[in-house]
């Protein structure tokens, strides 16, 4: 049996899956004082509806999320190994120490690190906790890096070094650097967080092998997941388009809508597949090179709060409690879909009351019902408008996007989430698609997180003319025997490295996809010297089974 949870701002969800089959499910409030009680408290219920082994727990949190966005984290000690060319300290989240030493392009040493700015910088950041460390090309080769990263531990005992070329083996030292650094200030929380899940699991009797869901919609094991926790950001958006992946309801070309209590959190989907943020997801406001489905958050659920001001309706973004309904002190959108006949659950005196409370002389508590949907229908419409006009204006990196470049045109929208059966048919009207409300949407994170599929990947880098081979995430390099290698070579010794990753940490390698490749010649006297071979491979994440 399969368990997934689902940690979101207004409620935490848990399912169990068996062969295909959701055997129990439970949607409990999420307890923001303390996340543990409410993800145990939805654990006791589904366990008890459905006993039986549990094979594996896997879990979409909000832990990383909130405390970035919550500024809830440790400050970092950040150092940098930039080089020459492009000055990005201030595109940075924190100010960084600059050391001197140089990788060049090619991952030679072309200048040496100085000890005693290692040292210096120890003192400046002697009371930080974590670190991060940086360079501008140590994915092709991480020797300074990792010196570093010896020298800070050694000199200052700290309990974690966050080295960016094992986060991301990518080029792009901005977006590794910020990588790095988001890393290494969650890292102490999300440890704290991991050892108390394992310790009341444990507690329960359930000895299954722990799973977090990243950004990318696979999962990593807790092993993994204390050392990059970085990569289950935006963790909950990623689980609900498993949940309708595993479910099989957005062919073509579709808009999902995941409308929780707090916020609406709307995908695009091409052929039955979620478009990716092709560079990777931003962090309050900042680049990052983690993988991630492209998605585009507003504040706007069945919890949000309506209010009036100088007569003008306001709904959300913030949440002040639940609806009037459901004991809540303030008007909701879900106490106008209760008034409208849209849901049912709750009190709906209390409903009529809150609709009541904001209703105009002339108005109807049913007609203000009306006008506060007919505005949340559009806030969410207004948001899908703009993620359509940045999909077609997005950049184009190859011939290939150029030629195929064709705009989205969605035919349906797929709503799952608490609050979709109510709000979801009003944004497809307005829009003037069909809607699908799928069996088991109102927990599809939960449901998506129990079935997504475990994922790592490797980058693999050959320069033929050194005769030296890199693999960034495991800091590896190594001589190779001889110039003769081939791109068909380079991909098997991928698949090998990432089959060695996968095992370490106990993944089954599956299907494995390659998502970056280059091949390039390299010229001397006219006459062509040698080859630069990268191949990027992966688990290809996804859903283990269809759930019907």
């Known amino acids: 049996m399969l368990l997934g949870i689902d940690v979101g701002g207004t409620f935490t969800d848990a399912v169990i899956v068996f062969q295909g089959k959701v055997l129990a499910k439970t949607k409990t409030a999420t307890t923001h004082e303390d996340l543990l009680q409410g993800i145990f408290s939805a654990i006791d219920t589904v366990m008890r509806e459905a006993p039986g082994t549990i094979e594996r727990v896997a879990l979409s949190t909000t832990v990383v999320t909130n405390s970035l966005v919550e500024g809830k984290t440790d400050p970092v000690g950040l150092l940098v190994i930039p080089g020459p060319g492009l000055n990005i300290e201030s595109l940075l989240p924190a100010k960084a120490v600059v050391l001197s030493g140089y990788i060049d392009h090619r991952g030679r040493e072309a200048a040496k690190l100085i000890n005693e700015e290692i040292a210096e910088a120890c003192k400046t950041f002697a009371d930080k906790h974590c670190f991060a460390v940086s360079g501008k090309f140590a994915v092709r080769n991480a020797a300074q890096e990792m010196t570093v990263s010896r020298e800070i531990i050694a000199r200052t005992g700290t309990e974690h070094v966050t080295v960016a070329s094992q986060i991301a083996g990518s080029l792009n030292f901005l977006r590794r650097t910020n990588s790095a650094y988001f890393n290494a200030a969650v890292w102490r929380r999300f440890s704290r967080f991991a050892a108390a899940v394992e310790g009341a699991l444990f507690a329960r009797g359930v000895n299954a092998p722990v799973h977090i869901l990243k950004a990318d919609g696979g999962t990593m094991p807790l092993a993994l997941a204390k050392c990059q926790p970085v990569e289950a950001i935006f963790t909950g958006p990623a689980a609900s388009v498993l949940g309708i992946m595993a479910i099989g309801t957005a062919e073509g070309e579709t808009i999902s809508l995941d409308i929780g209590g707090t916020t609406t959190d709307i995908a695009l989907w091409r052929g039955g597949s979620p478009l990716f943020a092709e560079q990777g997801a931003a962090v309050s406001g900042y680049p990052t090179a983690v993988r991630a489905f492209w998605l585009r958050s507003v504040g706007m659920g069945g919890d949000s709060w309506v209010r009036r001001s100088s007569g003008k309706l306001l709904i959300g973004p913030e949440r002040v409690g639940p609806a009037m309904a459901a004991g809540g002190t303030e008007p909701t959108v879900a106490d106008a879909l209760i008034v409208a006949g849209l849901v049912d659950f709750g009190s709906r005196a209390a409903a009529y009351q809150a609709l009541e409370k904001l209703a105009l002389p002339d108005q109807t508590p049913e007609q203000a019902a009306q006008e506060i949907l007919d505005g949340a229908a559009e806030n969410i419409c207004t948001a899908v408008r703009e993620m359509l006009a940045a999909h077609q204006a997005r950049p184009v990196y190859t011939v290939t996007d150029m030629v195929n470049t064709k705009t989205f045109t969605p035919h349906a929208i797929v709503g799952v989430g608490g609050t979709a059966e109510g709000l979801a048919p009003l944004v497809a009207r307005r829009m003037g698609v069909a809607c699908q409300i799928p069996d088991n949407g109102a927990v599809a994170n939960a449901l998506g997180a129990a079935v997504a599929r475990a994922t790592t990947d490797i980058t693999v880098r050959v320069d033929t003319e050194r005769q030296v081979l890199s693999v960034a995430e495991l800091g590896l390099q190594e001589k190779l025997p001889s110039r003769g290698m081939t791109i068909a070579a380079v991909r098997q010794l991928a698949e090998k490295y990432l089959s060695e990753r996968s095992g370490r940490f106990g993944i ?40 019907h």
Do not use: M, S, W
């Open 508 to 547: 089954i390698p599956g299907e494995v996809e390659t998502i970056y490749e280059e091949e390039f010649n390299l010229v001397r006297g006219f006459q062509t010297a040698g080859k630069i071979i990268t191949c990027r491979k992966q688990v290809k994440p996804g859903v283990l089974t269809d759930v």
